[in-house]
Protein backbone atom coordinates (compact mmCIF):
# COMPACT_ATOMS: atom_id res chain seq x y z
CA UNK A 1 0.00 0.00 0.00
CA UNK A 2 1.45 3.44 -1.27
CA UNK A 3 0.17 6.73 0.08
CA UNK A 4 1.35 9.46 -1.69
CA UNK A 5 1.70 13.30 -0.41
CA UNK A 6 0.95 15.86 -2.59
CA UNK A 7 1.19 19.65 -2.21
CA UNK A 8 -0.48 22.11 -4.50
CA UNK A 9 1.33 25.13 -5.59
CA UNK A 10 0.02 25.81 -9.06
CA UNK A 11 -1.94 29.10 -8.27
CA UNK A 12 -1.14 32.35 -9.55
CA UNK A 13 -1.45 33.92 -6.16
CA UNK A 14 -3.46 36.98 -7.99
CA UNK A 15 -4.83 38.31 -4.65
CA UNK A 16 -1.67 38.96 -3.03
CA UNK A 17 -0.14 42.16 -4.04
CA UNK A 18 3.72 41.90 -2.72
CA UNK A 19 6.71 41.79 -4.42
CA UNK A 20 6.82 38.33 -5.01
CA UNK A 21 5.13 35.35 -5.47
CA UNK A 22 2.80 34.35 -2.00
CA UNK A 23 4.65 31.23 -2.12
CA UNK A 24 8.38 32.76 -1.90
CA UNK A 25 7.38 35.26 0.49
CA UNK A 26 9.43 35.55 3.33
CA UNK A 27 7.60 33.99 6.49
CA UNK A 28 9.14 33.18 9.94
CA UNK A 29 12.68 32.55 9.19
CA UNK A 30 11.76 31.14 5.30
CA UNK A 31 9.23 31.00 3.26
CA UNK A 32 5.35 30.50 2.87
CA UNK A 33 6.00 28.06 0.63
CA UNK A 34 9.05 26.07 2.89
CA UNK A 35 6.68 26.05 5.96
CA UNK A 36 4.18 24.28 3.93
CA UNK A 37 6.70 21.69 2.78
CA UNK A 38 8.25 21.61 6.57
CA UNK A 39 4.63 20.36 7.37
CA UNK A 40 3.73 17.56 5.02
CA UNK A 41 8.20 16.31 5.32
CA UNK A 42 7.69 15.88 9.03
CA UNK A 43 4.78 13.64 8.49
CA UNK A 44 6.99 11.15 6.93
CA UNK A 45 4.83 10.33 4.36
CA UNK A 46 6.51 8.64 1.03
CA UNK A 47 6.58 9.51 -2.01
CA UNK A 48 6.03 13.36 -2.39
CA UNK A 49 5.05 15.72 -5.20
CA UNK A 50 4.74 19.29 -4.89
CA UNK A 51 2.50 20.75 -8.43
CA UNK A 52 3.94 24.12 -9.58
CA UNK A 53 1.76 26.35 -12.61
CA UNK A 54 2.72 29.80 -12.45
CA UNK A 55 6.35 29.78 -10.42
CA UNK A 56 8.76 26.77 -10.10
CA UNK A 57 10.35 26.20 -6.43
CA UNK A 58 11.73 22.79 -7.88
CA UNK A 59 15.11 23.45 -6.90
CA UNK A 60 13.88 23.93 -2.96
CA UNK A 61 12.49 20.21 -3.22
CA UNK A 62 14.85 17.05 -1.51
CA UNK A 63 16.41 14.06 -3.07
CA UNK A 64 13.21 11.97 -4.21
CA UNK A 65 10.54 14.57 -4.55
CA UNK A 66 9.06 15.17 -7.08
CA UNK A 67 7.79 18.45 -8.87
CA UNK A 68 4.97 18.04 -11.18
CA UNK A 69 4.43 21.07 -13.87
CA UNK A 70 0.59 22.18 -14.47
CA UNK A 71 0.65 23.75 -17.84
CA UNK A 72 -2.46 25.25 -17.03
CA UNK A 73 -2.63 27.03 -13.58
CA UNK A 74 -5.80 29.11 -15.19
CA UNK A 75 -7.78 26.34 -15.13
CA UNK A 76 -8.56 26.18 -11.38
CA UNK A 77 -6.64 24.51 -8.30
CA UNK A 78 -8.60 21.03 -9.49
CA UNK A 79 -6.27 21.48 -12.48
CA UNK A 80 -3.33 20.92 -10.08
CA UNK A 81 -5.07 18.25 -8.36
CA UNK A 82 -5.85 16.36 -11.51
CA UNK A 83 -1.95 16.42 -11.70
CA UNK A 84 -1.02 14.87 -9.20
CA UNK A 85 -3.50 12.57 -9.30
CA UNK A 86 -2.44 10.78 -12.33
CA UNK A 87 1.13 11.24 -10.11
CA UNK A 88 0.37 9.18 -7.81
CA UNK A 89 -1.94 6.64 -9.98
CA UNK A 90 1.48 6.14 -12.47
CA UNK A 91 3.04 4.94 -9.37
CA UNK A 92 -0.29 2.93 -8.25
CA UNK A 93 -0.92 4.67 -4.55
CA UNK A 94 -3.87 3.29 -2.87
CA UNK A 95 -4.00 6.61 -1.34
CA UNK A 96 -3.23 10.33 -0.92
CA UNK A 97 -3.17 13.15 0.95
CA UNK A 98 -3.88 16.54 0.15
CA UNK A 99 -2.63 20.22 1.06
CA UNK A 100 -1.74 23.48 -0.02
CA UNK A 101 1.34 24.90 -0.26
CA UNK A 102 -0.03 28.60 1.17
CA UNK A 103 -0.84 27.13 4.15
CA UNK A 104 2.22 27.52 6.31
CA UNK A 105 1.00 26.79 9.89
CA UNK A 106 -0.14 23.60 9.39
CA UNK A 107 2.35 21.66 10.74
CA UNK A 108 3.04 17.94 10.72
CA UNK A 109 0.06 17.30 13.02
CA UNK A 110 -2.25 17.32 10.51
CA UNK A 111 -0.77 14.86 8.03
CA UNK A 112 0.01 12.62 10.98
CA UNK A 113 -3.05 11.93 12.51
CA UNK A 114 -4.57 11.87 9.02
CA UNK A 115 -1.83 9.29 7.54
CA UNK A 116 -2.62 6.88 10.97
CA UNK A 117 -6.58 7.35 11.00
CA UNK A 118 -6.54 3.76 9.36
CA UNK A 119 -8.45 2.41 6.53
CA UNK A 120 -12.36 3.67 7.86
CA UNK A 121 -13.28 5.75 5.16
CA UNK A 122 -12.29 6.71 1.56
CA UNK A 123 -12.31 10.41 1.94
CA UNK A 124 -11.18 11.74 5.35
CA UNK A 125 -11.07 15.68 5.39
CA UNK A 126 -8.91 17.93 8.72
CA UNK A 127 -11.24 19.91 10.82
CA UNK A 128 -9.85 22.29 12.97
CA UNK A 129 -12.29 23.12 15.82
CA UNK A 130 -15.15 21.34 13.61
CA UNK A 131 -14.25 23.30 10.34
CA UNK A 132 -13.37 21.57 7.45
CA UNK A 133 -9.58 22.41 6.06
CA UNK A 134 -6.97 20.28 4.39
CA UNK A 135 -5.49 18.14 4.28
CA UNK A 136 -7.70 16.11 2.77
CA UNK A 137 -7.02 11.96 2.41
CA UNK A 138 -8.51 10.34 -0.75
CA UNK A 139 -8.82 6.51 -1.58
CA UNK A 140 -7.53 5.71 -5.15
CA UNK A 141 -11.24 4.80 -5.64
CA UNK A 142 -12.51 8.05 -5.85
CA UNK A 143 -9.70 9.47 -7.63
CA UNK A 144 -11.52 9.72 -11.33
CA UNK A 145 -14.66 11.67 -9.45
CA UNK A 146 -12.74 14.45 -8.42
CA UNK A 147 -13.23 17.41 -11.16
CA UNK A 148 -10.36 18.47 -13.27
CA UNK A 149 -10.76 22.08 -13.52
CA UNK A 150 -12.36 24.65 -11.73
CA UNK A 151 -11.72 26.25 -7.63
CA UNK A 152 -13.14 22.92 -6.58
CA UNK A 153 -11.30 19.63 -5.48
CA UNK A 154 -11.79 17.28 -3.40
CA UNK A 155 -14.70 19.21 -1.67
CA UNK A 156 -16.54 18.53 -4.98
CA UNK A 157 -16.82 14.48 -3.38
CA UNK A 158 -18.16 16.02 0.63
CA UNK A 159 -22.17 16.00 -0.22
CA UNK A 160 -21.70 13.22 -2.44
CA UNK A 161 -19.92 10.78 0.09
CA UNK A 162 -21.81 12.28 2.99
CA UNK A 163 -22.25 8.45 4.85
CA UNK A 164 -18.42 7.92 3.92
CA UNK A 165 -16.90 11.06 4.36
CA UNK A 166 -15.21 11.13 7.92
CA UNK A 167 -13.78 14.04 9.24
CA UNK A 168 -10.47 13.97 11.58
CA UNK A 169 -9.91 16.68 14.20
CA UNK A 170 -6.95 18.00 13.62
CA UNK A 171 -4.05 20.53 15.56
CA UNK A 172 -2.96 23.02 13.54
CA UNK A 173 -3.25 26.78 12.31
CA UNK A 174 -4.94 26.22 9.16
CA UNK A 175 -5.21 30.07 7.48
CA UNK A 176 -4.02 30.11 4.39
CA UNK A 177 -1.95 33.22 2.92
CA UNK A 178 -4.22 35.16 0.35
CA UNK A 179 -3.19 38.44 0.60
CA UNK A 180 -0.11 40.83 1.83
CA UNK A 181 -2.68 41.55 4.89
CA UNK A 182 -3.31 38.49 5.85
CA UNK A 183 0.88 37.66 5.32
CA UNK A 184 1.76 40.32 7.88
CA UNK A 185 -0.81 39.41 10.34
CA UNK A 186 0.49 36.12 10.82
CA UNK A 187 4.24 36.87 9.88
CA UNK A 188 5.98 37.38 13.25
Known amino acids: MVMAGILLCGGSGSRYRGDTHKLEAPFRGSTVFEHSLAGLRGASIEPIAVVFGVI ?9 EVALLNPNPNLGMASSLAIGLAW ?7 EVIVGLGDQPLIGSSPW ?13 VATYEGRRRNPVRISRELFDL ?3 QG ?4 RSLYSQFSEQLLEVECVGEPIDIDTKEELDRWNW
Open 56 to 64: DLSHLLHEG
Open 88 to 94: AKSLEAS
Open 112 to 124: LTLAHAGETSPIM
Open 146 to 148: IPS
Open 151 to 154: EVGA
